[in-house]
């Protein structure tokens, strides 16, 4: 007879990982499959990495300004390899406390594989039957590449790959001017990086507040980072020296020249695949799903 939990989770982020925890050491029967490694966007692509850097840029920017405390400043010198192992060093220091042995000592049972729903209390894992009480879907979201032309050819990096760099970009451009962007175009600016930030609305940060959007706007400016607005990526090409970029902006079309370019426009969920409407879940037409 297939074992019923009170709680099946699909998916080992942030949201899964507290949810299995909080109902495991209340005493429900748990159960999380994750497809890849527990820790999700936060530990591996997100939270962790991205402030390791922050604070990394911080402390190289410090030593700019250095002159505001009545000390000498001097420009540092960046090892960014050494910068990325400490990157690395933040997230092996908090991996094990997302990791399935974590989540075992609370109370929940860990199956590494592919979850599919088959019906409204049942899903398969690799072709293990699972019944269940309730379901949490957490499986996240992924960055996702506008469509624009040679985009996808000059191979962009984004918020999950960008932490596979080995040396510092000379010229970088983000494409997106919400928070991604803009805290990972500041810390490569910051650490050395001539960057680029292009937001097709007409300010950065559009679903904040508009003076969040003109402070940070200048606040980047003084950290020697170039910010265009009500500009939009048109066509991409790699060449000899690059990637070359043509922008519609303000005054027409532009080009600029770079070494990688970081796509920072948004996000899909991760829904496909989920036999979701075996279970009676809807989905909107962006793959979200309807509450």
């Known amino acids: 007879m297939t074992r019923r939990y009170d709680l099946a989770i699909v998916g080992g982020g942030t949201a899964g990982i507290i949810a299995a925890k909080t109902a495991g050491r209340l005493g429900a029967r748990v159960v999380l499959v994750e497809r890849d490694r527990t820790g999700g966007d936060c530990l591996w692509t997100g939270c962790v990495p991205s402030k390791s850097l922050i604070a990394a840029a911080h402390a190289a920017q410090t030593m700019r300004t250095a002159g505001r405390f009545g000390i000498t400043p001097v420009e540092p010198q960046v090892d960014f390899a050494a910068v990325m192992a400490h990157v690395y060093r933040a997230i092996k220091r908090i991996e094990p ?92 600016a910051r650490l050395g990086a001539e960057v680029t930030i292009i937001e097709a609305t007409e300010r950065l940060v559009p679903r904040e507040e508009p003076r969040a959007g003109i402070t940070l706007s200048a606040a980047l400016s003084a950290d020697g980072v170039r910010v265009l607005t009500s500009a939009t990526v048109i066509k991409a090409a790699r060449h000899a020296k690059g990637v070359r970029l043509d922008i519609d902006g303000h005054d027409g079309t532009s080009v600029i020249d770079v070494d990688q370019v970081l796509v920072a426009t948004g996000r899909r969920p991760c829904t496909a695949g989920l036999g979701l409407d075996t279970a009676g879940v809807r989905l909107d037409e962006r793959g979200y799903v309807v509450v």
Not at 98 to 127: H, M, N, Q, R, Y
Not at 153 to 170: G, H, I, K, R, Y
Request: charge should be negative.
């Open 97 to 188: 406390v997302d990791s399935p042995a974590a989540l075992s000592e609370a109370g929940a049972e860990v199956i590494e594989g592919t979850a599919v729903f088959t019906g409204p209390d049942e899903l398969k894992v690799d072709g293990r039957s699972l019944r269940f009480r309730h379901a949490l879907i957490a499986t996240g979201s992924v960055p996702a590449l506008p469509p624009v032309p040679g985009l996808a050819e000059v191979e962009p990096l984004t918020s999950d790959t960008v932490w596979d760099l080995t040396e510092l970009p000379a010229r970088l451009a983000v494409l997106g001017g919400g928070p991604i962007g803009c805290e990972l175009g500041q810390a490569f």
